[in-house]
């Protein structure tokens, strides 16, 4: 398989204040990702690091073997060109419709016509199941049907990498499981690689095919491989006391 991400020595932090050190993991083309931990492990400050919204202190995180951080800005740029990010929130523009807000990255980033644009972002909006929704304002709809609207601007540009950080949060169990099923085909469809920062079990269990365990204790990496391989042949009692919480017979699915 081909490795798409790989992060190499990685240290981060906020100031004085360490939030991870020494992570080491390659992300291959077709996985889903899942980088997975406790409250404060530093889960979503890595996914900024590996979004470019947070620069390392030590360390690269490589794309294809370029060095994101190394590059000057106009190449880095080009690198992020190739993400779709879907935000804990959502992030949609409130004055904007559901249609206009998966428009936005086709204005900014194509030379697709008005009536293109308006035809690809209906298309965008059918694959994450809000087809006929894009007059809509995001308060009119819930927060699972916000989730999926951020999810088709996320794939507006067909990206070859899609971050979500915390895809689940906030949802009942069948909106995440939706959603979960979703991320799947997505994949499949698009062919693209997954990288979804989570601490739900259910969505561990159901999605990834490999994964980094993070440690707030130790502040760094403790444990990678496929959730359920993790389960299976861990030794580690911290990894272990995440992946079952006592209730791992409702989490694997």
Not at 60 to 89: P, T
Not at 164 to 180: K, T
Not at 229 to 238: C, H, M, Q, T, Y
């Amino acid at each position: 398989m081909d490795t798409v991400i790989e992060v190499r020595n990685l240290d981060l932090s906020y100031g004085d204040y360490a939030v991870m050190q020494g992570l080491n993991f390659t992300v291959q083309k077709g996985d889903i990702f899942v980088v997975m931990g406790g409250s404060g492990c530093g889960k979503s400050t890595l996914l900024k690091a590996m979004v470019g919204l947070l620069e390392p202190v030590k360390g690269e995180v490589l794309y294809e073997g370029k060095s994101f951080w190394g590059e000057d800005d106009a190449k880095r740029n080009a690198i992020m060109r190739r993400f779709g990010v879907l935000y804990q929130g959502g992030a949609l523009w409130s004055s904007l419709t559901l249609g206009e807000n998966v428009a936005l990255p086709l204005k900014l980033y194509s030379r697709l016509s008005d009536e293109q644009v308006r035809e690809m972002s209906e298309l965008k909006l059918s694959l994450v199941g809000l087809g006929g929704y894009s007059s809509l304002f995001p308060s009119q709809i819930s927060g699972g049907m916000r989730k999926r609207a951020g999810l088709a601007r996320a794939i507006a540009l067909d990206p070859d990498i899609i971050f979500f950080d915390e895809p689940s949060a906030g949802l009942d169990p069948v909106s995440a499981r939706m959603l979960d099923d979703l991320i799947i085909q997505l994949r499949d469809a698009l062919g693209a690689t997954i990288v979804v920062v989570t601490h739900e079990l259910a969505s561990i269990f159901a999605v990834g095919s490999n994964a980094v365990f993070l440690d707030a204790g130790t502040k760094t990496m403790i444990a990678t491989g496929s959730p359920k391989e993790l389960l299976a042949n861990s030794k580690d009692p911290r990894v272990m006391q995440f992946l079952t919480r006592g209730q791992m017979q409702g989490a694997i699915r």
